[in-house]
T-cell receptor
Framework: QKEVEQNSGPLSVPEGAIASLNCTYS??????FFWYRQYSGKSPELIMFIYSNGDKEDGRFTAQLNKASQYVSLLIRDSQPSDSATYLCAVKGSNYKLTFGKGTLLTVNP | DARVTQTPRHKVTEMGQEVTMRCQPILGHNTVFWYRQTMMQGLELLAYFRNRAPLDDSGMPKDRFSAEMPDATLATLKIQPSEPRDSAVYFC?????????????FGPGTRLTVL
């Protein structure tokens, strides 16, 4: 059973702080890693993907991947109340299927 | 502005009734995925199609669920007969397998309530 684990939260940070979201996965053959944001009552929205070890930055978001540790994270700098949402980690294996974690609820307090 | 569309957005039905959900993928995408999301289980893959051919439906209860793609612009997910445990949000997503890193883009979902 291929698994993707996330801390369900809620993770609460003050506005302007760095939010750190973590994800571990069990399948060493996983190839690509995705972070989706899901607002309450809405559909998941892709915000970043990463496939190589190291960091990938896009605006206030940084994805970090460590394949040896089977660990992927998402950092959100200068957190805003509009970042409050559930963040889903998804992992793609060799068969194109995405396996999703159950998500971490992030709350950014003004 | 290209996006995945789904109908209906909400459906309330009684146990035993047939439910059909429809999805129009983004034009040019060759892969369609059906997911179910519940609080307990999270987001689960039910089935997916590539170039209209079913590739994997192992996540789908075969006795009551069926998924088809009659043409490149329409995917359907049918439940017959429906049961209260089928109550969930059903998402369709599309993507282009074989290019890039296979990002998937989600539709707005169908919120199904089976009484």
């Amino acid at each position: 059973q291929k698994e993707v684990e996330q801390n369900s939260g809620p993770l609460s940070v003050p506005e302007g702080a760095i939010a750190s979201l973590n994800c571990t996965y069990s399948d060493r053959g996983s190839q690509s890693f995705f972070w989706y944001r899901q607002y309450s009552g809405k559909s998941p929205e892709l915000i970043m993907f990463i496939y190589s070890n190291g960091d990938k930055e896009d605006g206030r978001f940084t994805a970090q991947l460590n394949k040896a540790s089977q660990y992927v994270s998402l950092l959100i700098r200068d957190s805003q109340p509009s970042d409050s949402a559930t963040y889903l980690c998804a992992v793609k294996g060799s068969n194109y299927k995405l396996t999703f974690g159950k998500g971490t609820l992030l709350t950014v307090n003004p | 502005d290209a996006r995945v569309t789904q109908t209906p957005r909400h459906k309330v039905t009684e146990m035993g009734q047939e439910v059909t959900m429809r999805c129009q993928p983004i034009l040019g995408h060759n892969t369609v995925f059906w997911y179910r999301q519940t609080m307990m289980q999270g987001l689960e893959l039910l089935a997916y199609f590539r170039n209209r051919a079913p590739l994997d439906d192992s996540g789908m209860p075969k006795d009551r669920f069926s998924a088809e793609m009659p043409d490149a612009t329409l995917a359907t997910l049918k439940i017959q007969p429906s049961e209260p445990r089928d109550s969930a949000v059903y998402f369709c997503a599309s993507g282009s397998l074989g290019t890039g890193h296979n990002e998937q883009f989600f539709g707005p979902g169908t919120r199904l309530t089976v009484l």
